[in-house]
């Protein structure tokens, strides 16, 4: 079946820096991703949508500065945390759309990459 | 507004015990999906099922089963002869038929089996 592979899984960075999480598509083409975040112990809350060659779409209350989403290839939507603060410490999950023939479309989701910021 | 409520936060049972997780979701949409996923304590979503809005009728997997019942908008998910690898949090979700990925998320529930 299809794969939707997350890097890196785990991350620890001090406060201040800037962390990057990819998730990639590996054996289908997704024009569109979509990235999660979940708390500890909470439930997952959409962050934004990634759109293959165009700006993301952010949900509400979601700060499009802090969180830069990149969608430069059919199988690469990156996750930029900028300027990570100990709040921002959460486990991050990307999902990712294939389209089989027809109006089949099946969804998956990536392994997930938990963020610690010191 | 989409809105999906799973109102049993934890569920401790002991092995072999039937148990049933309810679900219950709020859309103004006629044509919808519905999904439930299974995470464990490493964290990656495990893919259970997913029902679309126009199929009521129960499906069976293996231990698990699930009741979609449109009029009082539920999906109960129920594992049958439960064993302690069951532990897990448990997650019912909601989504549009016309955006399958945009996915609304009930709050989960912990359920963990006792040998």
């Known amino acids: 079946g299809a794969v939707v592979s997350q890097h890196p899984s785990r991350v620890i960075c001090k406060s201040g820096t800037s962390v990057k999480i990819e998730c990639r598509s590996l054996?289908?083409?997704?024009?569109?991703m979509f990235w999660y975040r979940q708390f500890p112990k909470q439930s997952l809350m959409l962050m934004a949508t990634?759109?293959?060659?165009?700006?993301?779409?952010?949900e509400q209350g979601v700060e499009k500065d802090k969180f830069l989403i990149n969608h430069a290839s059919l199988t690469l939507s990156t996750l930029t945390v900028t300027s990570a603060h100990p709040e921002d410490s959460s486990f991050y999950i990307c999902?990712?759309?294939?389209?089989?023939?027809?109006?089949?479309?099946?969804?998956?989701f990536g392994e997930g990459s938990r963020l610690t910021v010191l | 507004a989409q809105k999906v409520t799973q109102a049993q936060t934890e569920i401790s049972v002991v092995e072999k015990e039937d148990v049933t997780l309810d679900c219950v979701y709020e859309?103004?949409?006629?044509?919808?999906?519905l999904f439930w996923y299974k995470q464990p304590p490493s964290g990656e979503l495990v893919f259970l099922i997913r029902?679309?809005?126009?199929?009521?009728q129960n499906e069976i997997s293996g231990r698990y089963s699930w009741n979609f019942q449109k009029s009082t908008s539920s999906f109960n998910f129920t594992i049958t002869a439960s064993q302690v690898v069951d532990s897990a949090v448990y997650f019912c979700?909601?989504?549009?038929?016309?955006?399958?990925?945009?996915?609304?998320f009930g709050q989960g529930t912990t359920l963990q089996v006792k040998p």
């Open positions: 999902s990712a759309i294939a389209f089989r023939g027809g109006a089949s479309a099946e969804l998956f």
């Open positions: 054996d289908f083409q997704a024009t569109t």
């Open positions: 990634s759109n293959e060659g165009s700006k993301a779409t952010y």
């Open positions: 859309t103004r949409d006629t044509t919808y999906y």
């Open positions: 029902r679309n809005s126009f199929d009521e």
């Open positions: 979700a909601l989504s549009e038929a016309g955006n399958t990925g945009k996915l609304i």
